[in-house]
């Protein structure tokens, strides 16, 4: 049966400077799982997949109907930040989850990815050329992506790397609770998005107007 499908990518840094606060996101992400696995009209209409990386990238939940999911693997933290590595995998990953829901008849939306960093690419080589082949306009299944920052990333890198929005956390707010306000943010943008679906031509991908503690980043001409 054809069914309208809205995938949603959450790419995680697990460097070894999130370590104090990958507790709070795994709760996050697990409040996440619990309040969109009831929802079966959301849970029908969205696919979560959740990405980590750190000197590699892993795919540690491929993209799933998350009311068919019983346990959500967790991040950990571990060395480096390849922002390359997770660029390339994503990029991979999206192209193989769409052409097969396509394949199945399937009307599938434009991907949805959120990215998540508390530093600095620690990239040998530039991390660019890997972004590029992810945003390239003229490969069909290119995602909006929404960039998040928090702790030491660096502003101007993180706005380069939202295609739809960008955000950074603000001073004085703990990262521990960045993160569960980011996951309160993915978790209303997946809820808000799935009800949404049903007309072919409204956009579909719903993003929460303000985010607590976090300030978006306006994108500034030249």
């Not at 370590?19 to 795994?26: A, G, R, T």
């Not at 072919?200 to 300030?215: A, R």
Request: hydrophobic residues 40%.
């Amino acid at each position: 049966m054809s069914e309208q499908i809205l995938p949603f990518y959450v790419v995680c840094d697990e460097s070894y400077s999130m370590e104090p606060y990958i507790d709070s996101l795994n709760q996050g992400l697990t409040e996440l799982h619990k309040a969109i696995g009831v929802d079966a009209i959301v849970a029908d209409k969205t696919r979560f997949c959740l990405i980590g990386f750190s000197g590699t990238a892993d795919v540690l939940l491929p993209l799933s109907d998350l009311s068919e999911v019983t346990e959500l693997n967790g991040l950990t933290a571990k060395s480096a930040t390849s922002y390359a590595r997770a660029f390339e995998l994503v990029r991979d990953v999206i192209d193989r989850d769409v052409a097969a829901l396509k394949r199945d008849g399937n009307l599938v939306y434009r991907p949805a990815v959120f990215f998540l960093s508390d530093g600095q690419p620690t990239d040998d080589t530039p991390w660019e050329p890997a972004y590029r082949r992810l945003v390239d306009q003229t490969w069909k299944f290119h995602p909006n992506i929404i960039a998040f920052g928090i702790g030491d990333a660096d502003p101007d890198t993180i706005r380069r790397i939202g295609t739809l929005k960008s955000f950074m956390s603000d001073e004085g707010i703990s990262p521990g609770l960045a993160l569960h306000e980011f996951a309160r943010a993915l978790t209303k943008s997946i809820v808000r998005s799935g009800t949404a679906l049903g007309n072919e031509n409204e956009v579909t991908l719903q993003l929460p107007e303000k985010i607590p503690g976090f300030t978006e980043i306006r994108v500034e001409a030249i």
